[in-house]
């Protein structure tokens, strides 16, 4: 059976950039994978023939022999200048994933210290919110492994240095040929570090770290929220052998507060008033977050649940120097427990009550009296 036209084979055209042939092999080698299709023998030879065509085209001597000759440039040994006779792509199937999936399809060109970085470590810290506001440090204290001060993480007793791993040779990686296919995996013996250790460190084992108690010193910036997560760079566990260390991720609990209920950067609370001062008006005094006062005049006829903003009174974004503001909801309070002259008072005040002095008690009447009617 006649070959297929390699450009037909990648549904490109003869101008297509290197990028473009790239992009094709892709999504071709992702449709077709042996993985992906096992037992699917369609798949198993289109997957062959998408791989074939990708090695010819993605260099460029070799495209411009398949562009002078076609497949006659790689059959036989002819077909013009640079010709590669019988060539066996197969031999540089798993060369083509190393190049252009790397680790995606098990192989790729991975650091032999990338298996042995150190693990992530979470802690959780609680603050107020008034720490929250103004910002804070903190010593924090946790349990770690660090790296081991006797061979200064290599693992390897002091004047010894670690030897290339006998199964994989150094390289971290060992193939195996399943019929067709060649199979690249993390070797099993080094677990990828291509290092084997001959003569381990007796302060830590040969793993080059240690577990240890450690102190550090954490900047809580202003205007955290509760649920903020702040990352550590290099402050986790230390790696094995040499690896690189973790991050330290540090999530922020932020409490709840007796006054104060938080929005964003914006605060709410209520403050209670009297009826009296809520119908003849007064000025009170309350609190701000940063400890200080804020007045605020309530005018005559303030209504139960109205609410006076002050601007720049909330909290601080934590990317600026803009504050958010703070929302004060005023809620009539009814006197309870009168004695005998208030209730005097009162009696007369409502004797003297007329309907303009309650809008809003007049207006639900009216509905009353309409609903009721009809």
């Known amino acids: 059976m006649a070959k297929r036209d390699y450009y037909e ?75 590669f006779g019988n060539f066996d792509f197969s031999n540089h199937f798993s060369d083509i994933f190393e190049d252009f999936f790397g680790e995606g399809f098990g192989g790729g060109r991975r650091s032999r210290r990338s298996n042995n970085r150190g693990s992530d470590l979470r802690y959780d810290l609680s603050i107020s919110l008034e720490e929250a506001f103004s910002g804070k440090k903190q010593d ?87 649920g903020t997560r702040i990352r550590l760079s290099g402050k986790g566990e230390a790696g094995s052998r040499g690896g690189s260390s973790g991050d330290l991720y540090l999530f922020i609990n932020v ?25 003849l008006g007064t000025s009170i005094e309350i609190p701000t977050i940063d400890g200080g006062k804020a007045k605020i005049k309530i005018p005559a006829g303030t209504q139960s649940g109205k609410q006076f903003r002050l601007r720049g009174k909330g909290m601080p974004y934590m990317r600026g120097s803009d504050f958010g503001d703070l929302y004060v909801q005023v809620n009539t ?20 009550e007329n309907e303009k002095s309650n809008p809003s008690i007049k207006k639900f009447f009216q509905k009353a009296k309409s609903f009721w009617k009809n």
Do not use: W
């Open 255 to 279: 409490h709840s507060h007796d006054l104060f209920k938080r929005s964003d950067e914006n605060l709410f609370f209520e403050c209670p008033v009297s009826i009296a001062d809520a119908a």
């Open 9 to 83: 084979v990648l549904g490109v055209n003869k101008s297509a950039s290197g990028d473009q042939i790239k992009s094709a092999y892709r999504k071709l080698a992702v449709k077709y994978h042996p993985d992906k299709n096992k037992g699917d023998k369609g798949a198993e030879e289109k997957f062959k023939e998408a791989s074939e065509a990708y090695h010819v085209l993605s260099n460029s001597e070799r495209k411009q022999n398949y562009d002078n000759f076609g497949h006659a440039a790689f059959e036989n040994g002819g077909g013009g200048r640079g010709g």
């Open 333 to 352: 309070e009814v006197p309870i427990s009168l004695n005998k002259e208030q209730k005097e008072l009162l009696e007369k005040f409502r004797e003297i």
């Open 140 to 226: 924090i204290k946790f349990s770690t492994s660090e790296k081991c001060d006797t061979c200064s993480g290599s693992g390897s007793k002091p004047g010894h240095q670690a030897g290339a791993c006998s199964m994989c040779g150094g390289h971290g990686q060992v193939r195996s040929s399943q019929g067709f296919f060649t199979v690249q995996q993390t070797c099993p013996q080094c677990a990828g570090a291509g290092e084997q250790i001959t003569h381990p460190c007796s302060n830590c084992n040969g793993q080059g770290k240690r577990q240890a108690s450690k102190r550090l010193s954490v900047t809580i910036p202003k205007g955290v929220d509760d």
